[in-house]
């Protein structure tokens, strides 16, 4: 049996996120696993390598599934760009070893989360960059996101309710970079808690505004209370950006 | 009375182009003119640079008007960032002499054509970029839009029907670049005919995949007839960049 490896791009702005939900809602990986199981007569089932909240965008999501199917790779892509809605693009496939698992094998992930701190909206990207008119000090925002570098307990960072659930996390690293007033953090991790990177941007952006210090985070971190940390960023300003295996 | 040049920026996607129409059709600038009107209490009429086509996009078009409200320019700047829709912002307004009109008193403008020439479109920009899945000949366009350069008679490069309208316009330059294959086609003039600068591109795409020569555009400038010049290139991917007084 072939098990296919894909690199996806989606717009996320119209989807309920990528993971498949229970009745009609309308999922990045439904879109995809409709059109793999008319095209190869079989019922797919897409193995993705994580969720992304409703409103998420990827630029290189990764998934895999198994087919018996015998068309060439580039039949596939052209049969996916043919019947895939204009938000949703199978950028590269490959067949790759039976075991590999699009979830169980990430080693890490990479996030940008893209603000606008201009006076006005660019209207280009309004639907991929959240607008921000406030200015931020990003030395600060720099700072505090020093202290979320390591192995830690994320439960600060986190909408998940259950306590029985592990929250140790390891960010491996926080690029803040600025140009022209378009702020991106990027944000590199081993994995991510459900809404870890909108929260943690949410704090950021409370420490940029001078709400909160830099090192206040730590203390955040330390109380293991969602409560404590800063509100959850609009999902639209962020991007999956990259995931290593 | 006051004489107020704005700068704007709009998605041209969803609306019938820049020009108010007869009867309730969407244009720019009949949403400006509406906005104006209520922030003033006058009947505002605005003066654009020139038309767009629908669908057209615009980093920086250039409008002016004449009210007597004695608004400040910032305010009026958050009334309008307020109340217009979100794929038009007015990025910035001065007070100017009260002889400033922005269609009259035009010296040259720069349009942007963007054609993504990779396998696949990209779903970021898909509104803003013409996707072209076959291989160009960069060197040839370049060849051939160095025939368009200079002033000439334009008529084969037109939609426009009357034979009594001047049709003899100035091309100062055109850029062709390519950058992962994302093409940009730059053309500065002084002016433009109906639908000028997609019949050129449209020209010049045909010159890129082998079905005219650099050479053809010569004769086809000589022709001065419409049927002779390649196919328009679809809205999406125009963009009026800059405009000079």
Redesign the interface.
């Known amino acids: 049996m072939r098990n296919i490896k894909m690199t996806i ?3 996320g702005s119209r989807y309920r996120g990528w993971q498949k939900q229970k009745d009609l809602e309308l999922t990045i990986q439904s879109k995809i696993e409709n059109v793999l199981s008319k095209m190869t007569g079989e019922e797919v089932q897409v193995v993705g390598c994580g969720r992304t909240d409703s409103g998420v ?1 990827a630029e290189n999501y990764i998934a895999n599934f198994h087919t018996h199917s015998i068309m060439s790779i580039e039949a596939m ?1 052209d049969y996916l ?1 043919e019947y895939l809605p ?4 199978v ?1 590269s496939m490959k067949d790759t070893g039976e075991r590999f698992h699009a979830r169980y094998n990430v080693k890490s992930k990479t996030y940008i989360y893209r603000i606008n701190n201009n ?8 639907r ?1 960059v959240y607008h921000l008119n406030e200015k931020l000090n990003l030395d600060d925002m720099i700072k505090a996101s020093e202290v979320l570098i390591g192995t830690h307990d994320f439960q600060s960072f986190t909408s998940l309710k259950s306590n029985t659930k592990p929250t140790v996390r390891t960010i491996n690293y926080i690029n803040i970079t600025e140009n022209n007033g378009m702020i991106e953090i990027e944000v590199n991790g081993n994995s991510f808690l459900l809404n870890m990177v909108r929260i943690i941007t949410g704090t950021l952006l409370e420490v940029g505004k001078g709400n909160l210090k830099p090192l206040d985070v730590e203390k955040i971190l330390n109380e293991k209370k969602r409560s404590e940390a800063g509100p959850i960023a609009p999902a639209k300003g962020l991007c999956l950006k990259i995931v290593n295996y």
Do not use: P, W
């Not at 204009?86 to 693009?89: A, L």
């Not at 006076?119 to 280009?124: A, G, K, N, T």
């Open positions: 791009q989606y717009d965008h892509l760009y204009e938000d949703i693009v950028k006076s006005f909206r660019d209207v280009f990207n309004r991929y």
